[in-house]
């Protein structure tokens, strides 16, 4: 049977894939319980897609029928680069997001690993990655991969947690290498006070509706004010819990050429450049074949707006006034604000002119500045 796993490994580090585990296709039933909790106290925020029916997302017979084992991976995509610095100009990008877009990068590996699976042990094998409905960080646990941090991240003994996941479910049983997770984080909490927005109400809980990655990329709407001066420069994800665990001082460099920054758009935009991209068409084409695609024009110059102010980037104050009669209103709400602390002797006058917009958000943001209230 270890022949098997042998043949397995091989075939996925042929690929690149170097960080490989098996599992049964069991249920994950203590982490579907978790799910539902977590879910229960308002904590994923508008995930629709994670709290919408989550025994499916704990049992790989969603995505196959007849499924007996979980085949699972983990892509390092880490890279070394200096520290970031905003310069007064810059805004900040999530790791992950420095190169192309990882599903486009793992996917087709994935799908490759499951046909050559799939012919070397027989039955059928299906490739699956981050959007497709399984507990992915729960499977990766159990088998042996690594354990859950207290900033809810899996984390791999020495190796650390910047890492893809994906799987190859397959009709086929293999022999596992479960192991029994242990908390390797002891005492340590370094992650929590590190969060900006005190997104951690307790270890191992994540409350999506504070955290800088799900507002910058999964919130449709206006951030709420009392969070936007904590957010700082980010504007896409947040790696500031994982910057101060311990583990990452493990990190080894990407092999993988697709995951670097000269590949995408790197650790940092211009804000200003950012601010000036007037179409969605535009924005596509600045953006193809990357992570920052995901919040659209929309989200992405509302999350510069905001990052802007934050950093003092007085170079984006043209680009923001030409937004504020953007056709876009969650740009021209946020374009207002960030001209109120970039611009404070003309923000009335900006104020004034948004105060009988058609969008009830800008006329309430007109009214909050020109009433004098803190924002």
Excluded at 256 to 261: I, N, V, Y
């Amino acid at each position: 049977m270890n022949d098997a796993l042998d043949v397995l490994k091989r075939a996925a580090a042929k690929l690149g894939f170097e960080v490989v585990g098996v599992t049964s296709a069991r249920p994950v039933e203590a982490a579907l319980a978790a799910l539902e909790t977590w879910s229960e106290a308002g904590n994923a925020a508008a995930l629709g897609y994670m709290t919408r029916n989550p025994p499916e997302r704990a049992d790989p017979r969603t995505l196959l029928d007849g499924v007996r084992t979980v085949v699972t991976v983990a892509v390092n995509y880490h890279v070394d680069v200096p520290a970031f610095e905003h310069e007064a100009r810059f805004g900040r990008v999530a790791r992950y997001a420095w190169g192309l877009d990882y599903h486009d990068v793992v996917i087709p590996r994935l799908r490759q690993l499951a046909d050559e699976l799939a012919a070397t042990f027989g039955g059928k094998a299906r490739a699956a990655c981050d959007h497709s409905p399984i507990l992915e960080r729960a499977f990766a646990e159990r088998a042996g991969l690594g354990f859950f941090g207290k900033n809810t991240c899996l984390l791999l003994p020495r190796k650390g947690s910047w890492y893809f996941l994906g799987e190859v479910l397959l009709e086929a049983e293999l022999p596992t290498t479960d192991r029994e997770s242990t908390d390797h984080c002891g005492t340590c909490t370094d992650c929590m006070p590190a969060c900006p927005t005190d997104a951690f109400p307790a270890p191992y809980v994540l409350d999506a509706r504070r955290c800088i990655s799900y507002l910058t990329i999964e919130h449709k709407g206006s951030i709420p004010h009392d969070l936007r001066p904590l957010m700082g420069a980010w504007v896409f994800g947040c790696d500031d819990c994982q910057d101060v665990c311990p583990f990452n001082r493990f990190a080894s460099e990407a092999t993988w050429p697709e995951l670097h920054p000269d590949r995408g758009v790197g650790q940092r935009l211009d804000l200003a450049d950012v601010l000036a991209i007037e179409t969605d068409d535009a924005f596509r084409a600045r953006f193809r074949n990357t992570p920052l695609l995901r919040p659209k024009r929309r989200g992405l110059l509302r999350n510069a707006a905001i990052a802007a102010r934050n950093v003092e980037a007085t170079a984006a104050i043209p680009a923001l006034r030409a937004r504020l009669s953007d056709p876009e209103p969650l740009l021209r709400e946020a374009a207002l604000w960030a001209l109120e602390g970039l611009t404070p002797d003309e923000v009335r006058n900006h104020a004034d002119m948004l105060r009988s917009d058609e969008d009830g958000a800008v006329v309430a943001e007109a009214a909050r500045i020109l009433g004098g209230g803190a924002a």
